[in-house]
């Protein structure tokens, strides 16, 4: 495990972060911070704005939104915009996501007009992008009186404090980039909880001054999200705001459309993985590669429903190798999917150890021992004792290290594989979310 | 709610099981405990051991099993018994779940040979029945050593002691009966955890004395279970192991097939709610009811999608009516179903109270108020404080009282109905689940 990232301290992964957030040539970002009355529950919170602003409005620019029915009035707005000649700026919110909310529609257009007043572009070179929770209000008037803070404290230098902005329950932020000849590709991402499948409670924003079409663009991120994004889960809930945004300002060299996807796939995978690290309770990554499948359907619909398995969840919450609640969960995957299946092909190791082949669990007591040691050492941190309330908190804000729990499916049934991510289940995760709005 | 079954005390809620508890004519049950070396991880532990006994083997028998593609050789050995003449005896371990574990086709087929002497039948007239941990071998020899204990044991009075011998995880033994003219059905269930879809780690029995044909009795099996473990969820897992008996002596009258059906469907439907009830940690039952379907698959989806969203189960398990929560689990459902949507056409109550109409949320501070109270009449326990290792313990072992936390979806897009069953998602699941092999 020589080259897997290792963080001791905060400073350390803070330091990591700022080597990451130079923001390619031709873009600004701002934020503000306030209060206010969320009137639904009467109660007075904090909300952040961010902007993340273009020199010039580009044409060059792709974005992709959840699949959920009941998707936020953001997200309809967005998917206009995509039809739009350019795009100038992205205003991102977060605590209320503006879904299903009385006057959501009217209250997006409404910050993107403020938006492109203060910056001299047209509201529909604005694209609206909002986080938190459903069913509430945004407050457009506070909203509308924070963009000139916002505005006057534009930077171009670091795109680390949107990243900071935009966070929820994240503990901390995430920024990936590339550097390529004549340019570079940097992202942030947001999302913790509500993160499956087809995007994520997640907002993600690309932003590149490699000079790459439109059309092209759209292709590579259409790629990149499916073996990134949509390759993740923490929770199987899938958020109503879920929104990638890449945009580029072309100020730098041209790139052929191979290569700027290579790199994007690359940026949106660390993203992801990100993402599932940082997911709210998340003490172990797990990284599920299923192989020998007759399609990638099933692949990756086996991959899932072991990441989302809730019994095998915990067991690895628990450093406990209970393996058969993983074959479980590739049993009952296979019957939902009307899969084609013989047990007796299919193989699986967790780490370096085979614990099911030839339709027969293989375990003894020294590979349990083997087995408990190497979920315990992929343990990102152990829960403290809960506070006064019984409520748990994470005991660090940072990753210690980015090491895996790796599982491998061999189905013996194809040729297809994939690679699928998810968390464990803990009591941070019960605790984050039993009373989120408080 | 003043139909609403409450027990005060755990004594309140064992003579309310006695007086369910008493077998038809016709049978006797009877257990044995013992210790044994669980050998793949070298430690000692318990098994108990029931017999469930006819006094003549009985022609009329149905039996349903899980779906799971990795299902237990108890599974495949339960499935061929279907096609014999007459069942005699149905034999019950705990513990071990005789899943994928090297030999255990023949190890079931031992169990059965050795009951089937010890009471005079053909091992073919033997249902084995396993529950626990998958990957494990039955402890054969130790299994065959305590079968006599059992034999000698055998009383026809209540069946409640095979309840209370079949539990695992589950805090309290499950009975529900109805008593018909000439006769009565009386069922045990035991099942907490990896309870989805189609059936559960569950394990039911169900005797009649009522005189009925093996055809009929299948049927009316086949329509009981749909409406009844078919329709629960505690945590989308679905079991290797799950099995639903039913068997009649023929001592009573004779009986149609629809009173027959109406009776157990009544009683599945009750043994049902109640593994729902006493689900691992759960502190609420969620009851879904989806109106205007256009079928029943997408019907049953959109409950089930609510009662398995843990980010909704979280909020319930907090008393915090987070409503938007709900309304993303039906969002992400129609998506997964490409179903038929209009969220204009959508309407969500909880309890009493709309909070989901023409497409926008229903909210404001006093329904908030009501809601949260709403929730916590339904709510089974509070949690304790956790145990000096951090787990937390259900402080009670009785059910509370039979109250739900109820759902209404109007889809209105057709005319199909259905009503689904879950809970809520808390430290206590967290903490079964995270050792569960200890």
Redesign the interface.
């Known amino acids: 495990m020589a080259d897997v990232m290792v963080f001791r301290t905060c400073d350390e992964h803070d330091a990591w972060l700022r080597e990451q957030s130079d923001l390619p040539a031709g873009f600004r970002v701002g934020s503000a911070t306030f209060r206010f009355v969320a ?4 109660r007075e919170t904090e909300m952040r704005l961010s902007l993340l602003v273009l020199d010039e409005p580009s044409e060059a620019f792709a974005a992709m939104f959840t ?5 936020g009035d953001a997200i309809h707005v967005g998917r206009e915009r995509l039809a739009y000649d350019s795009l100038g700026a992205v205003v991102v919110n977060n605590k209320i ?1 503006n ?4 006057g ?1 529609r009217e209250a997006a257009e409404s910050i993107c007009s403020a938006v492109g007043a203060a910056l001299g572009f047209d509201a529909s070179q604005v694209l609206p992008s909002s986080t938190g ?4 209000c945004l407050p457009v008037n506070a909203m509308t009186a924070a963009i000139p803070h916002a505005v006057e404290h534009l930077q171009s230098q670091s795109i680390l404090p949107m990243a900071r902005a935009i966070m929820t329950t994240d503990l901390y932020p995430k920024v990936r980039r590339r550097d390529l000849e004549g340019g570079s590709i940097v992202g942030i991402a947001k999302g913790a ?2 993160v499956e ?2 995007l994520a409670t997640m907002l993600v924003f690309i932003t590149t001054d490699l000079d790459i079409d439109r059309d092209a663009m759209r292709r590579a991120l259409k790629r990149a999200v499916n073996g990134s994004f949509n390759a993740i889960s923490i ?6 705001s879920d929104t990638v945004v890449l945009v580029s300002s072309r100020r730098g060299a041209s790139i052929s459309e191979d290569a700027f996807t290579e790199a994007l796939c690359d940026v949106c995978r660390e993203l992801a993985v990100d993402v599932v690290r940082n997911g709210e309770g998340v003490h172990h990554v797990m990284r599920v590669r299923v192989e020998g499948a007759p399609d990638h359907t099933i692949a990756r619909a086996v991959g899932k429903s072991v990441v ?5 969840q ?2 690895v ?2 450093n ?1 190798p ?4 993983l ?6 995957c ?3 999917n009307n ?1 084609w ?1 013989a ?1 007796e092909a299919c193989s699986v190791w967790l780490g370096n150890e085979v614990v ?1 082949e030839e ?3 293989r ?3 020294e590979k ?1 021992k083997r087995l408990v040691r190497y979920l315990k050492e992929a343990e990102l941190y152990e ?1 403290g ?2 506070d006064a309330q ?1 409520m748990f908190h994470p005991p660090i804000n940072f990753p210690a290290h980015a090491r895996c729990v790796d599982i491998v499916i061999d189905l013996g049934g194809g040729n297809v594989a994939c690679t699928v991510w998810g968390g464990d ?3 941070e ?10």
Chains 1, 2 share one sequence.
């Open positions: 009137e639904e529950v009467q699949q959920n029915a009941f998707c996501a879904v299903a909310a009385p959501g929770v459903i069913g509430w909880g509500m499948p087809n929770d199987t809930d899938q958020s109503t989302n398995s809730p019994l095998w915990c067991a919450a628990g406990d209970n393996v058969g609640r074959i479980m969960a590739v049993g009952k296979l019957e939902q899969a299946f047990p099911f339709g027969r669990s375990l003894d007591a349990e829960s004792a809960p019984g289940r803990t009591h995760y019960i605790s984050e979310n039993a009373d989120y709005r408080s």
